[in-house]
């Protein structure tokens, strides 16, 4: 694996989840919840918060 793949692969991981969080309906991604906050990551403890989604919209982090 090159240098690169590991950001690469969080980076991507971020905007795809960041898009979807964008997209559908917040009602079904907050299952009754106020707020919720998106997180990306790998097992080993690396993490990437997107931002906060609550009923209003979606805040980038």
């Known amino acids: 694996m090159n240098d690169a793949a ?9 905007v795809s989840v960041r898009t979807l ?3 559908l ?13 998106p997180v990306v990551g790998f097992d080993n403890g690396d993490e990437m ?3 906060k989604l609550h009923l209003g919209g979606f805040d980038k982090a």
């Open 25 to 37: 309906d917040r009602r079904l991604l907050l299952a009754g919840s106020p707020e919720r906050t």
């Open 6 to 14: 590991y950001p690469l692969d969080l980076a991507f991981a971020a």
């Open 21 to 23: 969080a964008q997209k």
């Open 49 to 51: 918060v997107i931002g």
